[in-house]
């Protein structure tokens, strides 16, 4: 859908894409919530709820185009399982951490997840958000972090390191694992921890996972596919 | 109107959706709400951006939520937070700035909030509430807290004449009746006027009203206001906010839609931060011209 619409934000939409459909076919149901705070990996989302039938396969193919639902980042209104317009970094966890008080005060069940970029963590936003959530001690908040180390003009490392992430992140009264994000045991296993505080998952991920020419390359944040490249991904991850 | 803006909250508390967040302000002020409202009353600490984004959440799990703060830290610090998750998604976030205008004259610039409304009406589906005396409040707070829509309501120090009798909230209340001039104010200034006018003789005495509401588009001028202006040929717009945006580009552009052109229009606004020095609410409002002899020199001339 990237290829026909002509647009990019790819790496970062593989770099996440293992968690989401975990996420969406097997942890979020009628009760829980998810936001995806890296608003730029809407493509994945968009995919994740095609999967699970909420999305149809004429709204796909409208991705990105005139009359579309499908914006480059999450629409505010109109699409089943997506609850507020993102892709202005770092308004998503305080979403997210305001979702999981509502619940706590009303007394409802179910989790709430939120997916994070690790550059977005640049934002003071998050860190007003992780105070939040930890300070209330938001038991049914589960954080997620895409750590693929790039973001849109160079590594993380180089542009503003926050490393290592994890140890800044533990550092709240937090509930902190680290996982491969491309390992779906690993992934489950992490989920499935039980916390009684808000829960901190990294997941270690390589932006442009699964197409060769694209792993851990910085341009492909923003570089649309042309149809060499397009043949040559989809000849690639069909051999896997 | 802080103790009143309380009053009327905790009057409101008993709904259990209600929830209320304050930017780690409050204190010797809503301590009674705080009573009130328990574990629904959230002081979010020092972090607005987080504190509106909270709300807009809480808001779109179906709660009523109020948010809190000295005006500049409501409205100018989350101001993305208001526009992409409260304004764009419709959600009824209650957003109350304490001291609006130059209320806080003296703290320095940081703190005056003069170009609040309108820069939050420029978004999508905002209502702003400016309530003028103390006694306002409670309909305000009712008001604000009814509409379906994110909502703005600014605050300041209510300012009456000894023994003046204040009429009931209405959205547009006209305060003087004359046969002079016609004037449009917003907020607490336009009690600080209401001695002078009322004094004048007659002929030269303004027909004086006063707005709660915008925009214009939810609260139009009434009919009575608009042949006001008609047979005056002029009118005066008092705001203490800065000229762009504000309730005379409001009045003039709903005059305009109306085919209304009066030959005199004059805006008597809050200058910006231009000042080389910081003052007093009233030394701030003489600087902008906002005060009473400099407003008289123009309404109470023949």
Known sequence: ?????????????????????????????????????KGHSAGALYVALWSRGLVSDAQLAQFHRDDTLLAGHPPAAGLPGIRFATGSLGHGLSLAAGTALALKLKRETGMVY?????????????????????????????????????QGFGRTADVASMSPLGVKLGGFDVALQTVDGHDPEAIRAALEVPGNTCRVIVLETRKGHGVSFMQDRMEWHYLPLNEQDYRRALLEIEAQ | MRKQLCDALVLRAPRPE????????????????????????????VAEQNMVSVAAAMAREGLEAWVYSIAPFCYARPFEQIRNDVAFHNLPVKLIGNGGGYAYGVMGPTHHAIEDYGVLLTLPNMRAFIPVFDEDLDATIDRAGTV???????????????????????PWRQLVHGGGRTVIAAGPIAGTYLSAFLSLPERLRPNFWVVCELPLEHNPMPAAL?????????????????????????????????????????????????????????????????????????????
């Open chain 1, 114 to 150: 939120c997916l994070t970029s690790d550059g977005e963590w640049q934002e003071g936003a998050t860190w007003e958000a992780l105070i939040f959530a930890a300070h209330h001690r938001l038991h049914n908040l589960t954080i997620l972090v895409d750590h693929n180390n790039l």
């Open chain 2, 18 to 45: 209600m929830v209320f967040l304050t930017g780690d302000l409050g204190f010797m002020a809503l301590e009674p709400l705080q009573d009130a409202m328990q574990e629904r009353f959230i002081n979010a600490g």
């Open chain 1, 1 to 37: 859908m990237h290829f026909e619409s002509g647009v990019g934000h790819i790496g970062g939409n593989l770099s996440c894409l293992d968690a989401l459909l975990i996420l969406h076919h097997e942890y979020i149901g009628a009760s829980e919530r998810f936001i995806l705070s």
């Open chain 2, 148 to 170: 379906p829509n994110p909502a703005y309501v600014r605050l300041g120090r209510g300012e009456i004449p000894p023994g003046y009798a204040v009429p009931a909230y209405a």
């Open chain 2, 226 to 302: 608009l042949e006001q202006i008609r047979s005056a040929g002029s009118l005066c717009v008092i705001e203490e906010h800065v000229r762009r945006g504000g309730l005379g580009s409001e009045i003039a552009l709903f005059m305009a839609s109306q085919g209304i052109a009066p030959a005199a229009f004059h805006h008597f606004h809050a200058r910006a931060h231009h000042f080389p020095t910081y003052g007093s609410q009233t030394f701030l409002r003489g600087q902008s011209g906002l005060d009473v002899e400099t407003v008289l020199a123009v309404i109470g001339k023949e």
